[in-house]
């Protein structure tokens, strides 16, 4: 989310634990439906935010792992196979589980290509195999990191693709909420004024936008945390005349 989404969920918020916590709220009709529409819009707007903010290193480096373990078990299940190949005189299984010190290095779709080869040659010397411990059951681990490693490789671009869709929805959903609590909540809270002013001033309170911009240096002997910038102006911004458009 941009600053400007982020003040204004932040006003979402306080108008949505204002209404909660108001007993006139059950009593107007209409006004819990709209106010169980805004909480759930609340969520979804959360729940977009976090997806928007994941780092695209993290799904780098989860991929990578998953490549690794991929790659370290090629290596030990081609080095049984390679025995039992020298074993009983078998090349042809042994020229396909011969990696190399380049192994390592090959591209990731390569290296998946000779994984799926190196796992075809040890299932068909798996009886062989069984005196040095490799089971059907340890194959089909070998496999599972296959097929990890595999869909791991789109990991990031997954990633980038989720960020970018949670980004257009995000903005869809902040027109939504606007709209919701200009057309619908703000015609259904007017009537509150007239039986608790408090709770009405509260609620327009809520409906404030505050905006804290930052500046690029906090004031001697205090630290803003990383990430978190300083406050050093707050402008609050209110829709124009809310209770002259109601009463229209």
Known sequence: MNTKQANKLASY????????????????PGLPARLEQLSATIEEIKTLALTQTQPIRASMAQRDKLMEDMT??????AGFVASVATEHDLPSIRR???????FRRLRRAHRLTVA?????????????LAAMGVTAEILDVFE???????EGVGYPRTT?????????????????????????????????????????????????????????????????????????????????????????
Not at 13 to 28: C, I, N, S
Not at 96 to 102: A, K, P
Not at 144 to 150: E, K, L, S, Y
Not at 234 to 246: H, L
């Open 96 to 102: 396909t589980v011969t990696l190399g010190d380049t």
């Open 160 to 248: 980038m693709v989720s960020k970018r869709s949670a980004t257009v929805k995000l903005a869809d959903l902040f027109r939504r909420v606007d709209t919701l609590l200009r057309d619908h909540i703000d015609a259904l809270m007017f009537p509150v004024r007239k039986v608790d002013v408090k709770a009405y001033a509260a609620y327009r309170s809520a409906r404030q936008i505050i905006d804290r911009r930052g500046s690029r240096s906090g004031s001697r002997g205090s630290k803003t945390p990383p990430g978190v910038a300083p406050v050093t102006a707050t402008a609050v911004t209110e829709e124009p005349s809310m209770d002259k458009r109601v009463a229209a």
């Open 116 to 128: 799926e080869r190196v796992l075809g040659a040890a299932r068909e010397v798996l009886p062989q």
């Open 72 to 77: 370290d078990m090629t290596r030990q299940i």
């Open 144 to 150: 599972a990191r296959i097929r990890a490693a595999d």
């Open 13 to 28: 918020t306080a108008v949505e634990a204002m209404l909660k916590a108001l007993p006139e709220v059950e009593k107007q």
